[in-house]
């Protein structure tokens, strides 16, 4: 059985911080139990954050950390020069077996590149990817990659595809989760030379349950559980997604403020399912994205994130730590060296 969780929050990523990243731990300390915080971040400002909750004193460690790394910073340049900084202080606890997870709403770029160069990659593992999870009709799918390598070789595709089942099969509970390719055609000979090689490798593996080519318009339907791509397919995809979802909530509440009365006691009558889809397309329900392919638990939450969207990429990284999805990503791809 797995003892105390230690987990390391960037207290000063995020649009928010420290007040979300703060108000994120003591939600999550309220709710789930076996776990130990570690707040990096100027000491003086996480410590004012705390003065306003009663918790557990001894559940909640400040890190002090003076400096901070900007979304507009060179991500390598930052990290060598701001080795003070709270993602960087964050980072070395996971790097150290100090804690055993890292959150961090901070620079995408400088995570990234943390991840990679502070706590290092998996042995075996080519490129590490990131990872989201996105609400479709029929379920919840994973993108593999999301935009940590733009230039990819066909044999990265593969560990993506390996590393996005073990995870959907331990955080979501899909026992044999279904692994798609993004391409331009759902016919096998479709695509570039890129996808054209992964194809066949991925058809080769007999323990992915690969369903062949997914078109860019059938991955919202949710039925490919993990959706392999480079990075530079699965940033653009991630991001027309999150646009057209926001576009077409806010043109349907347009429409019906423009509308007359009927239109209006419609709404108002169907308000629930409004609501209801609203929070299926909210990224603070799903609570960050993983860095798949790093050796720790590394997950990258929204910039914008709030202390809801905090204490849920909590959540996830629990249930992250609690299924052992890091040591199953090691034996799978150590197996295959």
């Known amino acids: 059985m797995k003892g105390i969780m230690r987990i390391a929050i960037d207290g000063m990523g995020g649009d928010n911080a420290p007040k979300a990243v703060v108000e994120g ?16 971040g100027p ?21 002090d950390a003076r400096e901070v790394i900007s979304p507009n910073e060179h991500p390598v340049m930052a990290l060598k020069r701001k080795k003070d900084s709270s993602i960087c202080r964050a980072l070395k606890l996971v790097k150290d077996k100090e804690c055993d997870a890292v959150i961090s709403g ?8 943390g991840c990679t160069l502070i706590v290092g990659r998996i042995k075996g593992i080519e490129r590490p990817a990131l990872a989201p999870i996105m609400p479709g009709k029929n379920g919840s799918f994973m993108i593999v990659d999301a935009g940590a390598n733009v230039d990819c070789k066909p044999s990265y595709l593969v560990q993506f595809a390996k590393m996005g089942k073990i995870y959907y099969q331990g955080v979501l509970g899909k026992e044999k989760p279904s692994v798609g390719l993004v391409n331009i055609g759902s016919e096998e000979e479709k695509g570039n030379e890129l996808t054209k090689a992964a194809h ?10 690969f369903v062949g080519n997914v078109e860019p318009r059938d991955t919202s339907n949710g039925d490919v559980n ?12 991630l991001k027309m997604y999150e646009g057209v979802a926001s576009t077409l909530l806010s043109m349907i509440k347009d429409e019906i403020l423009s509308s007359g009365l009927i239109s ?18 909210d990224y603070k329900e799903y609570g960050g994205a993983p860095f798949l392919g790093v050796d720790g638990i590394c997950i990258k ?14 959540r996830q990284t629990k249930t992250f730590y609690d299924n052992d999805v890091l040591g199953k990503i090691k034996e799978e791809l150590q197996n295959n060296i």
């Open 226 to 237: 993990v959706l392999v791509c480079d990075g530079f397919v699965g940033n653009t995809l």
């Open 200 to 209: 066949k490798l991925l058809k080769e593996e007999e323990n992915l349950n």
């Open 301 to 314: 939450a929204h910039g914008s994130s709030d202390g809801k969207a905090f204490k849920n990429a909590i």
């Open 43 to 63: 000491k003086e400002k996480i410590e004012e954050e705390l003065k306003n909750y009663t918790y557990d004193k001894s559940l909640i460690n400040i890190v």
């Open 25 to 40: 731990v003591i939600k999550a300390l309220n709710e789930y139990q076996g776990i130990e915080y570690y707040i990096t």
């Open 106 to 113: 901070g620079s995408t770029g400088a995570f990234l590149a």
């Open 264 to 281: 209006k006691i419609g709404a108002l009558l169907l308000k629930p399912v409004f609501k209801a889809l609203k929070i299926k397309f």
